[in-house]
């Protein structure tokens, strides 16, 4: 099947399986970067190592009448920022790859909420593109569980895994699937995640601060330590009583620091100094 792809390393591993299935790439519709937490340069590299046109602009309907005019069957949606309307003219098949077990978590980024909601399982879907966000009918999901220590770079990782296996089931059987997509129904819409959300409460219980560093991970929870700022990505802690302000520097050594919470302390192990300047994370 000759297919473009709209997306970034993000789920670049969705490319990669349908061109290893036999499915024909004509063409890479991606976006800018920001190269700390956002990347392209693995799935441009591949679609510029097989000479396809790339585009790092919004699709239009202009593009789609030019994918039409190559012979293009399937666009597929995988971390791209971009609503695509009107696509049906040009097109049979419109799936994007969305990580939630839809219809729970649409929205920009729902993995940050997942962890902070203490969701006991989690799921990747396919769905038909529609006019509005993550709404359309489903062609296949993949759900899995998460533990009770998941972090956002696990939760991440199990979402990839998952959509690469839709990938394959899309790339054997997809006009089967798609005739057999279900109307997801009702939902729920999850906002872009907020600096408040992002924020460490070092007044909150251990279990509650060491939930809001391990639901950013990599991405980074945002804590103010006395009167610094910093961002941290990683940290353990201990439950004991004391008599120490919340959010109080109780000790340091080397860059390790450990901070007082309501009922506890916590280490923090792995963090960077607040840089102001173009916000950070997802």
């Not at 190592?49 to 012979?71: C, E, W, Y």
């Not at 961002?231 to 004991?240: H, I, L, P, S």
Request: glycine share 8%; hydrophobic share 45%.
């Amino acid at each position: 099947m000759r297919f473009a792809f709209a997306g970034i390393d993000f789920l670049g591993d969705v490319f990669e399986t349908l061109i290893a299935k036999g499915w024909e790439p004509v063409k890479l519709f991606s976006r800018p970067c920001d190269s700390v937490y956002d990347f392209n340069d693995v799935t441009v590299a591949r679609a510029r190592a097989l000479r396809l046109p790339i585009q790092m602009s919004r699709i239009l309907p202009a593009d789609l009448a030019g994918l039409k005019a190559m012979g293009c069957e399937a666009l597929v949606v995988a971390g791209y920022p971009w609503l695509i309307t009107r696509w049906e003219r040009h097109l049979p098949y419109a799936i994007n790859f969305h990580p939630s077990p839809l219809p729970i978590g649409r929205g920009p980024y729902p993995l940050f909420q997942a962890i902070l909601d203490r969701f006991p399982e989690w799921g990747m879907t396919a769905h038909v593109l529609e006019p509005a966000f993550d709404t359309g009918a489903i062609v296949a999901q993949k759900r899995f569980s998460l533990s009770g220590a998941e972090t956002h770079d696990t939760l991440l990782a199990k979402c990839q895994i998952a959509a690469k296996g839709i990938s394959l089931q899309l790339a054997d059987d997809l006009p089967r699937l798609w005739a057999e997509a279900r109307p997801q129904g009702l939902g729920t819409y999850w906002p872009r995640i907020t600096q408040a959300q992002r924020t460490v409460d070092w007044a909150g219980g251990i279990r509650d601060v060491l939930r809001t560093v391990r639901a950013f991970g990599s991405i980074e929870a945002f804590a103010q330590i006395d009167s610094r700022y910093v961002y941290v990505w990683e940290a353990t802690g201990w439950e004991e009583p004391h008599r120490y302000r919340p959010g109080t520097l109780v000790h340091k050594h080397r860059k390790h620091m450990v901070v007082a919470a309501r009922d506890g302390f916590i280490q923090v192990t792995g963090w960077s100094p607040y840089a102001p300047g173009p916000a950070r994370g997802k």
